[in-house]
């Protein structure tokens, strides 16, 4: 690395209105605490207001990360530090998403083998279950025999003992014949005492019979799919966007289809584009050609879709080491549209300086990839 790509200044337009690096990192580290306090309502309400604030930091993708983590979403967790590795490489964070990797796939292991065990526990409960039906239709027909039998045993009318002889009174009649008189037995009863005692009832009366609720019928509702998935499938923005930047041109022709990928975020109006540089491309020229292209990115990128309000540009080349085909990032810059509208209106190509200080601001040039008389 020579003192060239470090004397690379890194200025910005929008340095006062950038929060300061202190106070983010006091953010931070109060995500950190909350979550080994296990507040983690608070710690992602933080989290997501920091994303907000800082889209492009990888950073605050890692802490988003490790909220998730600490909740127990391997899966989610894993997502969220392959971003903040795009964002930026870190060893860190590669430690932290293979660890995430390692749980995720013990976490699967165990409810799998949960699951086959509780498949071959299934037909000892239907066993179970035929049992109990067993067992409860002989205790109901013991019951039933119980009942026969205790009825068997009661004496009858019959063998009660003789009934006492009736009264009958006799009446003379103009016949001279006796005509038989009713023995109090044989008249009609009086009410009994609840009968007399109770009110009649009246249908249509003031007080009409209450009946038992009605249990709510259970409606067979469909299931519900919950998943928290980061990434989606491209929109129509995204296409319309990857096919105006798809039609620029590298130094030769070549054009940028296939080397460029673009997400668009309608809500905030951010857009992420990362182009590629060729492989073949030599390194003294690399920092011009990616600043130039990144400038033509980003003015392509506002003029096609309106709704954009600031951008990242990123710039990747691919690095091969021994046997092993890395992708490196080399430069990354933040525009908005307010500072590209005096570029917008006009084809005039600004130096490679302009576009280093004016254009974009924030500016990173990877150190480890060599920059010599790089506004030359």
Not at 97 to 108: A, I, K, T
């Amino acid at each position: 690395m020579t003192d060239a790509a470090t004397q690379i200044p890194k200025v910005s337009q929008l340095a006062e209105t950038t929060p300061p690096e202190e106070a983010l990192e006091e953010e931070l580290t109060e995500v950190e605490l909350l979550c080994e306090q296990r507040n983690y309502s608070r710690a992602q309400t933080i989290a997501q207001r920091l994303l907000r604030a800082h889209p492009t930091s990888a950073r605050v993708h890692e802490v988003m990360a490790d909220v998730a983590a600490a909740r127990g979403g391997h899966a989610e967790a894993v997502q969220w530090y392959e971003l903040a590795l795009q964002l930026g490489f870190d060893q860190r964070v590669m430690d932290k998403v293979s660890e995430q990797r390692r749980l995720l796939e013990q976490s699967q292991r165990e409810a799998s083998e949960t699951e086959d065990m509780s498949e071959e526990g299934e037909p000892q409960r239907h066993y179970k279950l035929i049992a109990a039906i067993a067992g409860g239709v002989i205790l109901l027909a013991f019951v039933v025999f119980l009942i026969f039998v205790i009825k068997g045993n009661q004496p009858s009318e019959i063998e009660a003992g003789p009934s006492r002889p009736r009264a009958v009174a006799t009446r003379s009649t103009r016949d001279g014949q006796a005509s038989r008189q009713p023995a109090p037995s044989e008249a009609a009863a009086p009410p009994s005492r609840a009968t007399a005692s109770a009110p009649a009832r009246r249908s249509g009366g003031r007080h009409s019979p209450i009946s038992a609720p009605q249990q709510p019928q259970r409606q067979n509702l469909p299931p519900v799919h919950l998943t928290r998935e980061i990434g989606a499938p491209l929109t129509d923005q995204d296409r319309r966007l990857l096919k105006a930047i798809g039609s620029l041109t590298w130094p030769g022709g070549r054009n940028l289809s296939g080397d460029v990928n673009a997400m668009v975020d309608p809500f905030t109006g951010y857009a992420f584009i990362t182009i590629e540089l060729p492989a073949s491309l030599k390194q003294s020229v690399q920092f011009a050609t990616a600043i130039n292209m990144s400038y033509r990115v980003a003015v392509a990128a506002m003029r096609q879709n309106t709704s954009i309000r600031s951008l990242t540009v990123r710039v990747i080349v691919p690095v091969t080491t021994g046997d092993t085909e890395t992708v490196l990032t080399v430069f990354r810059g933040n525009a908005d549209r307010a500072t590209l509208d005096r570029y917008l209106d006009t084809d005039a190509m600004p130096s490679t300086r302009d576009i280093w200080r004016k254009v974009f601001a924030t500016t990173w040039w990877n150190p480890s990839v060599s920059a010599e008389n790089p506004f030359e």
